[in-house]
């Protein structure tokens, strides 16, 4: 298994909605520029909601194939994946990254 790389590339703030809805500030758990590494588990530090919105994305990569997953119909960097947070006011959008570097310890069930 592989680990890939999590970087914040970019941060959105829809004023319209956040005046509607009552959301005060931009996102306060990511800036961009923020580079995290993971595996199958949630980095340190990682806003939890937008680890559920993009760990799927992270499984895949670190287990696939480059070459195979997510490349061709939906983007056309090989072992690349760009995904965003949930939020639909201060939305963060990532850049996942497959590496060649293995893991340092893998998942086994009990």
Known sequence: ??????EVIKTTFDEELAKEYGVTCACPAHKV???FYADFSKPEGFCDEAWKAIYQYVFALCHM???TLL?????????VSINSCNDG???VV???TRLDE???????AQ
């Open 33 to 35: 520029g923020e580079v």
């Open 65 to 67: 194939d480059k070459e």
């Open 1 to 6: 298994m592989k680990k890939c790389k999590i």
């Open 102 to 108: 293995e893991c340092d310890s893998l998942y086994t």
């Open 94 to 96: 990532f850049k996942i």
């Open 71 to 79: 490349y061709g119909d939906w983007i056309q960097t090989p072992g």
């Open 89 to 91: 006011i201060r939305t």
